[in-house]
């Protein structure tokens, strides 16, 4: 169907709201919009990082998923204990593709999954004990391990077990960073908490470890963060960065160390990928090291370019020069991705609904493909993410913030979108109603997206997704309709 007007999209959310009693459909009202790119504040639109409403199928994470399965998770030479039962750490460690390079149990820990696996009668005499007992463990079986974090699970804040003191034990007996993070679960209203509070413990024990200590530093130095290199995603980006001429001393936390990690207050400049996790310690060393700190996007060629030109123009002449020379490199590349893929895909439409970055930051990427951005969202957002993100949209567009299963399911049915991205939890009903869907957390197990080289194979994904002769073998729901009706009106 053609793209609705702006009278129309709300017509469309009023009429999905009709569902619920009375209390719940105010509510989630306030979490629903049509952009409007004449707003410049999000809050006088739409509302977002509140409580989901018990009973509506919320897609979000909570605050431990935030620490341990984004945050510290990937740092790969550390050895992070989900402490308490076994079942949130299962769960939340290897899912999301986190590259690295190194020997898995050697010197590399991060798809491995470490517990304290909780019983019930560590809930009444507590874990502290059996926590101190799992740190002599690994010390004696991965002694090469940099160090450990620890990531509280629910029930540690409940029954309130002193994990800073066995830290503070272990630190000092086994000479290594030793990280109590406070990320139970039921904190905060999803894991952005989670991102905050992992952010805190890397303040508070890792950054300042190297204050002091000597560095040879060069004018050109700066970082990544929060590029979890999933499906290589960083790799991809630093190769060009380092083609212009920059060094990076420091990625994490994909395929990051803790030695890079405390490196960081040392760069000239902090290049902040996802700035819904990482802002707040990007915030942070801006204040009390004064190290200036940028988003930036390299999602599809138009992406890139704009983000390598700001870079650049923190450096001196030769690095803009290079910049140029960068960007001219590899414009041939893309343009043969674009002839290649753009009239397989011009006129397609997407809705997306995702976390972190991505709603709003991929939608440069399928423009140049020719494709557009018809519906999108975030699980976990603030408002500095929706202000970010109504300029990207067109105007009279669907928003939606921690959307519902229902909600996203209707307005797929209305809008009919040619192409879903969103997550693992929402593959199969879309591809069910015979609507191309694409995994866009760990890119379906794809990837790199990022980058130049990474556009390459975005532009091939999205063509053999759209393109697949499966999808017409099936009959989605409201076409069925369709043809009952059709049956019904021809007896």
Partial sequence: MSNLTREETDALIQEVLEVYPE????????HLAVNDQSITQSKKCITSNRKSLPGVMTIRGCAYAGSRGVVWGPVKDMIHISHGPVGCGQYSRGGRRNYYVGTTGVNTFAEMNFT?????KDIVFGGDKKLAQAMAEIEQLFPLNKGISVQSECPIGLIGDDIEAVSKKAAAQYNKVVVPVRCEGFRGVSQSLGHHIANDAIRDYVLSNRDGKEFESTPYDVTIIGDYNIGGDAWASRIFLEEMGLRVIAQWSGDGTIAEMENTPKAKLNLLHCYRS????SRHMEEKYGIPWMEYNFFGPTKIEESLRRIAAFFDDSIKAKCEEVIAKYKPMMQAVIDKYKPRLQGKRVMLYIGGLRPRHVIGAYEDLGMEVVG?????AHNDDYDRTIQEMGNATLLYDDVTGFELEEFV???KPDLVGSGIKEKYIYQKMGIPFRQMHSWDYSGPYHGYDGFAIFARDMDMTLNNPCWGKQTPPWKKTEATEDVKAAA
């Fill in 23 to 30: 209390k719940a459909k105010k509510d989630r009202a306030k």
């Fill in 116 to 120: 304290s696996d909780f019983q019930e």
């Fill in 278 to 281: 990482m802002n707040y310690i």
């Fill in 376 to 380: 999108t969202g975030y699980e976990f």
């Fill in 413 to 415: 049915k209305r809008i």
